[in-house]
């Protein structure tokens, strides 16, 4: 438990937690009610019965684009916080990332990254584990989100205590409001770090993959958007969400110690490290706006000062 947890100056208790509402009419109150559970529904019936001409990687890809589009235009219609509206210079910056995490971050992942390491594991004591692609399908899907998100748990958790870490995973504590895209931005190493995991270790069916990816999606896409919902309390008790994920926002540091998960909350419930609140103002030293070069630069600031290679980036002013 966090100091700020610890004195009683955050955190709620689920069960009496009182949410500011969706303001507006009967149907924005049912729509903005029913959204999250419904797609993430529709998400799972498609993955478990789409005939396999569309459950293709093609179709995954233009599904997490369609479902991001349509959060962005929900920042507008039940906006959050008007201090995170999304401007042209934040939209920007966000879709340069988007590119990046698409491009250079995938290929890492793919032949250095924890599937590429498996692999040459497996191959060398000959571990087959075909088997696991005779489960039931949506427990494979399920293993293979929970496999992920556990892992990355505890990178991310190791990432708050480890200063070396924390030096990969500070740039995207230093994003100053929160929108649909924001999740990408963020230091491309530790964007790399993030996606290790152990689920390689299984063969799982191909399309155990992509459903995973499509159901995490719409789970977690919702975790940087600038939308007001009437979230039930149920997927806050289960799922990550913005009220989680902008508390670990916190411009203070101590806040930002808790709800360490990216899909399923539950792990940081199991692990005593979440905490039932939100916050409104986000970033670090007071809401410093990082430089896309200060982000790309900021793990290795430790060389900069062992070597003279001219000007600490700290110095560069915000913009
Ligand atoms: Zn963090
Ligand atoms: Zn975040």
Not at 135 to 149: A, G, K, N, R
Not at 152 to 161: C, F, L
Not at 280 to 307: A, N
């Amino acid at each position: 438990m966090t100091q700020a947890a610890a004195t009683g100056t955050i955190g709620h208790d689920l069960a009496t937690w009182q949410r500011p509402r969706v303001t507006g009419g009967p149907f924005k109150q049912m729509f903005f009610t029913w959204f999250q559970p419904v797609v993430l529904l529709a998400m799972i019936a498609f993955w478990t019965f789409a005939p396999d001409r569309y459950a293709t990687f093609a179709w995954a890809v233009g599904i997490g684009i369609a479902l991001r589009l349509i959060c962005l235009v929900l920042e507008w219609v039940s906006q959050r916080h008007a201090s995170w509206q999304l401007t042209w210079k934040e939209l920007t910056t966000d879709l340069f990332y988007v590119g990046i995490s698409y491009t250079l971050v995938k290929y890492a992942g793919k032949h250095i990254g924890s599937d590429a390491a498996i692999d040459a594991i497996k191959h060398s004591f000959n571990l087959h584990t075909a088997w696991a692609g005779h489960w039931p399908f949506l427990l494979q899907v399920f293993l293979t989100m929970f496999l992920f998100d556990f892992g990355q748990y505890w990178m991310h958790r190791a990432m708050h205590n480890w200063h070396p870490l924390w030096l990969t995973h500070a740039p995207h504590h230093f994003i100053t409001q929160l929108n649909v895209f924001k999740g990408a931005v963020g230091n491309p190493v530790e964007l790399f770090l993030i996606g290790l995991g152990l689920g390689g270790f299984f063969d799982f069916l191909p399309r155990a993959a992509l459903a995973a990816g499509g159901i995490s999606l719409a789970i977690d896409v919702y975790n940087h958007a600038n939308i007001r919902f009437n979230t039930p309390r149920w997927w806050l008790y289960l799922f990550n969400s913005i009220e989680h994920h902008s508390l670990h926002h916190s411009q203070d540091y101590d806040s930002t110690r808790c709800n360490y998960a990216g899909t399923f909350i539950f792990i940081d419930r199991l692990f005593g490290t979440c905490i039932d609140d939100e916050s409104e103002l986000v970033g670090q030293e007071g809401g410093r706006r990082m430089s896309i070069r200060e982000q790309m630069l900021y793990p290795f600031l430790p060389l900069r000062r062992l070597l003279p290679l001219g000007h600490d980036p700290q110095a560069v002013p915000a913009e």
